[in-house]
């Protein structure tokens, strides 16, 4: 394990194990519907390659780049959009791939900005849910797992741009970013 890791909080087996989990209950409730999958970059990339795999179906993929924590583990509180979607999604069903719902700043935001668009539905599958962090009130309607109020690296999550290739979730050591 690296050393910056305090502990591994879930196990690459424990996140494929849950993924398919999600991927089938996803297929099962859009069963003969066209979904639009919307990753959520950069943190959700691991979590949504591997979820669009498992589920069946008419699927298409598009992208949008949010940022709101920059090099920090504290939330500035302001969403930014650095890149938007390729495609209108009016009319589609569309479900947004996020890797986690920590204080709710970024979803709050990113779902009513795409519900503004007329999509037929909008919904929001999130790996990772920090209920203990909730500032703003966020409706999580897929979620893989609860984690408590650590700042967690991994499977695409990053403290200033690292630890995104870790293939598990783990919880990143306090004078990692104390010491910054
Ligand atoms: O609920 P919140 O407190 O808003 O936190 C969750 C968001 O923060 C992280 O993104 P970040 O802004 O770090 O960008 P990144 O995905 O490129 O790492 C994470 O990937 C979520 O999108
Ligand atoms: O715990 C976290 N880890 C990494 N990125 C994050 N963005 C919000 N919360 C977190
Ligand atoms: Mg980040």
């Given at each position: 394990m690296l050393d910056s890791i305090k502990e591994v909080l879930i196990t690459q087996e424990a996140l494929q194990e849950r993924v398919a989990e999600l991927g089938k209950q996803i297929s099962a409730d859009y069963k003969g519907e066209e979904v639009v999958l919307v990753c959520v970059l950069k943190g959700a990339v691991m979590f949504f390659a591997d979820l669009a795999r498992s589920i069946e179906g008419d699927v298409t993929l598009d992208f949008i780049s949010c940022s709101s924590y920059g090099n920090s583990t504290q939330s500035s509180g302001v969403v930014r959009i650095m890149k938007d979607l390729d495609k209108p999604v009016e009319g589609k069903h569309v479900i947004v791939v996020e890797d986690i719902v920590d204080t709710g700043n970024t979803l709050h935001y990113l779902l009513e900005n795409l519900k503004s668009r007329n999509a037929k539905s909008v919904r929001l599958v999130a790996l990772l849910n920090k209920p203990d962090r909730r500032t703003v009130e966020v409706h999580v309607d897929y979620q893989g797992f609860v984690v408590p109020d650590y700042f967690v690296v991994g499977y695409g999550l990053d403290y200033a741009e690292q630890?995104?290739?870790?293939?598990y979730i783990g919880i990143l050591k306090e004078e990692v970013y104390q010491s910054k």
């Open positions: 630890y995104r290739n870790l293939p």
